[in-house]
Every structure is written in C-alpha cells, then in structure tokens.
C-alpha cells in the first residue's frame, strides 16, 4: 500500500461508516413504525383457548372459529391508545362486516368488565389474558393491536396502534371484502 494511501484510509472510513450510518438512518424514517413485520402473517393462527372475560366458565377458542373470517382486537382497560379506538371498534361492529374477538391483555377481570360497560362491548365475546401468555403467542408488542384471521384460520394482517376511520377503509376493510369473497366462494 503506498503513503498516501496509508494516509488517507484514517480519514476515509470514519466518512463511509458514517455514510452508511446515514443511510440506514434515512431508510428507518421513511418506514411506519406501525408497519412492523409479523412472522405470523401467511401462518395459522396460535391456539386461543382462554376463559372469557364475562364468564370464565366459557372459553373463546381460535379452533372454534374456523371456516369465519375474524378479527381480534387485543386491549386493556389500562390502554389510553385503546380508549382512542374504542368508538371505530364500536362503529366498526354495528356494522357486522366480521365478528370481532377481544382479547384482554394483561388486566384485571373487575377492570376489563367495567371497562366494557361504561364503554360499550364491540366484541362477540373477550378473552381474558390476564398474564399476557397468549399475547406473546400472537407476537403482541403492546396494546391496541389487531389481527384478520382468514376462514382457514390463516393470520392475514396485522395493524400495531389504534384502529383509525382510514385503516379501516383503507386497508381493513378491502381485506376483509377479499377474505369474506374467498370463503363464501371456496377459494384458498
């Protein structure tokens, strides 16, 4: 290697570590941070089977609901980000597109329930995760998330965050369209 070369490499790769620094920086910000990958997307769904929120002598069972396409909202009563979503899970319900599913994370029975009769109850039925295991099957990173899981208990979306109008329009609802059409049709 020649001298000035030897002299140059010091203050060059400072400049291409920061280069690519920079870079990668740049490509993390132009990305949604509610756009996290789910290893679970194009995979069936984790067993549910947990005691329901209102009765726990009934369960809610993933299993049970194949051969439907549904949604399931995970929530607490301790969420502020579920308190913004509550009204569009309300509205969103009133209009039967699918059945939707709660999955209560991490609370108190006495707070879930109390939570849901001040609020209103969007859900068929709730599931009552009061250690967060089934959570962490489903790959929850924190609450609100919500899940569409196809007639063939396949999970095909994923939305980290509140529920907004424009999710619902934009991206929820033609999803459930196309997965409703699928099961009603016969098609994979």
């Known amino acids: 290697m020649s001298t000035t070369r030897r002299r140059l490499w010091p203050v060059l790769l400072p400049l291409v570590a920061f280069a690519a620094l920079v870079a990668v920086l740049a490509v993390g910000l132009k990305r949604d941070p509610r756009e996290v990958p789910s290893p679970l997307i194009g995979k069936p769904a984790p067993p549910l089977l947990l005691p329901q929120l209102d009765n726990p002598g009934a369960q809610v069972s993933a299993t049970a609901l194949k051969g439907k396409v549904w949604m399931l909202n995970v ?3 301790w969420c502020g980000a579920c308190r913004e979503e ?3 899970l309300l509205a969103f319900a009133r209009r039967q597109a699918v059945p939707i ?8 029975r006495p707070a879930g329930l109390d939570w849901l009769r001040r609020l209103g109850d969007p859900y068929v039925a709730s599931a009552f995760d009061e250690m ?19 007639a063939h208990g396949v999970v095909r979306h994923k939305h980290i965050g509140p529920l907004t109008p424009q999710v619902l ?9 196309r997965l409703s059409a699928e099961a009603a049709g016969g098609r994979p």
């Not at 599913?101 to 108190?108: A, F, S, V």
């Not at 295991?133 to 196809?150: C, K, M, N, Q, S």
């Open 86 to 88: 509550h009204p569009e």
């Open 101 to 108: 599913y709660g999955l209560d994370y991490k609370d108190t």
């Open 169 to 177: 329009k934009e991206r929820i609802e033609p999803l459930l369209a």
């Open 75 to 77: 929530w607490a009563s």
């Open 132 to 150: 967060g295991r089934a959570g962490l099957d489903w790959g929850v990173y924190g609450v609100p998330e919500t899940f569409v899981i196809d």
